[in-house]
């Protein structure tokens, strides 16, 4: 018989069933259909937290490797999603302490307050006009990365990945009102970051 074609059926495919048939019978098809599930988020988790394409597939590698070691002592009460995404951020967080680099949280309190970011908390909505560009995707994608890394990775898991707060609380070990805090300030910032390049794209395009 030819192999178990799992694309035909996903919805009806659940992480717990494909976790438990690799695990019960070694059904190498069952992790690589469950990998293949979770290859882009924690990709582009790994980015947002590290900021680079490289450092992110190496990173992700990592990852996967781990996930596929500790697959055996999962939860399967648990949420898979928010375990292999609290692998992530271990594996993001060691490799850029090999790299030397201070993650931004290093200047955040145990509440999540910045100083530097209350500052550009402005009352006024943002333009209109500024998502009426007709390049809008990369005009936000660009105004993403300029973000700290810590706030591109919860946007990203909020707005991108359908988490809640509580979901990315404990994927990031963090509290969840250190959580939501940061989101807000992350608009705050993106925010900023969008009217300057709104300003720029006027100014070549007069």
């Not at 931004?104 to 910045?114: C, L, Q, T, V, Y």
């Amino acid at each position: 018989m030819g192999r178990f074609k799992y694309n035909f059926m996903a919805d009806s495919i659940t992480d717990d069933l494909l976790i438990k048939k690799y695990l019960k019978s070694g059904d190498e098809e069952s992790l690589r259909f469950l990998f293949s599930q979770y290859l882009k988020i924690v990709y582009n988790f790994s980015f947002y937290y590290l900021g680079n394409y490289a450092d992110a597939q190496d990173v992700t590698q990592e990852v996967f490797i781990k996930v596929w070691r500790n697959l055996k002592k999962f939860d399967t009460s648990k949420n898979f999603k928010v375990w292999v995404l609290t692998i992530a951020k271990n594996t993001c967080l060691d490799f850029l302490k090999k790299k030397k680099n201070i993650p931004f949280s290093a200047f955040e309190d145990e509440k999540g307050d910045n100083v530097l970011l209350e500052t550009l908390a402005d009352p006024e909505p943002m333009p209109d006009e500024i998502f009426a560009q007709k390049d809008v995707a990369d005009f936000v994608s660009s105004a993403l990365e300029q973000l700290p890394a810590n706030y591109r990775v919860v946007l990203s898991l909020y707005y991108k990945e359908q988490l809640n707060f509580r979901e990315i609380s404990e994927a990031l070990a963090e509290p969840i009102n250190t959580v939501k805090s940061r989101h807000r300030r992350a608009l705050i910032l993106l925010k900023t970051n969008l009217l300057h390049q709104n300003d720029d794209y006027n100014r070549i395009n007069k």
